[in-house]
Every structure is written in C-alpha cells, then in structure tokens.
C-alpha cells in the first residue's frame, strides 16, 4: 500500500474483466483514528484488506468507511471489508444513502442490463446491498478525520450522491469517479446520472487549487498541472449539455 503522502495511503484497484476502484486510508500511520475512502469490487475484499495490513495498520485503527459514491466497482466489496471491521461506520451521501437503506440497487448497478449480467456473475443475490448508513453526508461539511479537515463537496452528475473530499492545506483532490488523470471523465449514462450536472460539478472542482489527484481508477497524479481540471471540463462541455 503505497504511501501518497504522509497522511494518505493508496490501495490500487486490481481490475480483472471489471474494474475495481482504488481505495485511499487517510490518517497518519500511527493513529487509530483512519478512514477508508471507498471499498472496490466484489471479491476484492480480502486484497483490499492485506493490503491494509501489510503497511502495517491495524484494523481497529479503520473506524470509518466513507463512499466517493455507490457504483458496484466501489461498493461491491463492502459487506466483505464490513465483516471483518464490523465496528466500522459507513459515510455516504443522502442521496445515495437512503437508497441503500432501503435496499434500492439501482445506483449500485446503474442499469437493468448490467444488474442481470453481475448477479449472475458473482452469484449475487437481490437486496445484498442494503446497508445502514451511520453518516448521511450533504456536502458542504467539513469532517475532521484524524485532526485533519477534509471538505466534502457535493459533484453529482457521474451519479446522483458524488462527493469529492479535498484537503485545501496539501490541494489534495479524491473526486470518486467525477474526473480521472488524462483528462478523461466519468460516464454519465447510469441511473441517477445527469450530464449538465456532470458539467457543474467539473466547473465547480475546476475552482479548487489540486497538486494531487487521487481518482476512483486509472493512474493517480502529483503535480497536477494548473488549471487542469477547467481544461478537462472545457474538452468535454460539448457532450454535457
Ligand atoms: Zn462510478
Ligand atoms: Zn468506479
């Protein structure tokens, strides 16, 4: 689990015929007070896990899982991570959340085709993503993880309930799958998508000072040149009416 900087580590997806999102454990290695930035793919669980501890973090020391959002490529290996931190909260965007509370997986699988294709793929059955959420985030907060302050911003478009968490202090940017690296953008056809949303939340990250980019895939960026997110937003404004 390769460090990013001092307070973040970087757990990378390991995709196989579908992708699996990267994972992020913020908090300084020798707290007990660390957040888990999204989980991954079904199955990934027990690697997401491993890699946790083999840098030597203890997992009571993860007293928090907070979702990007809750596409199946981040949510599928929740239950999995859950059972072995049962004492762990889960953070997610109303939006999002009450779905999940009430055992709604369209945002999971963001269409009817694709649902069929993963069940049957990973045996999995109807209502197996229906979880208690202990933290309905709305955006606009600032949650202190570990005596850090990490600003949740609201960017929906890519799904309904996206949230960006960006630390102003180091310019550090996790915005789930809203903007990657190489000026690609997240899809904005499943359920609860909304490309002229997509476009307000890029315009709205585009205002922020980022150094580092840590998306939901693809290769993480330091040194994110100035203005690069304006740039993506512009290449893109055509498809996002
Ligand atoms: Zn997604
Ligand atoms: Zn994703």
Known sequence: MPKVTE?????PGQDEFMPDSHAYVLGKPSS???SLIDAGLVGKGSYKIQSI?????ELPAIKRIIMTHTHLDHIGCLAEI???????ELWVHRLEADLLEQGDERAVYGMDMFRGFCQEQFGLEQGAFKFQVNRKLRGGETLNLDGTAWEVIHIPGHSMGSIGLYHRPMKILIPG??????????????YGANPSELKSSLIRLAELEVDILLPGHNRIVKGLPKGYIYKTARQWEAYLE
């Open 7 to 11: 307070d973040v580590y970087y757990i």
């Open 177 to 190: 799958d809203v903007v990657y690296a190489d000026h690609a953008i997240g899809r904005f056809d499943l």
């Open 53 to 57: 501890q083999k840098a030597g973090v």
């Open 32 to 34: 007990t007070d660390l």
């Open 82 to 88: 859950l059972k072995q931190l049962p004492w762990a």
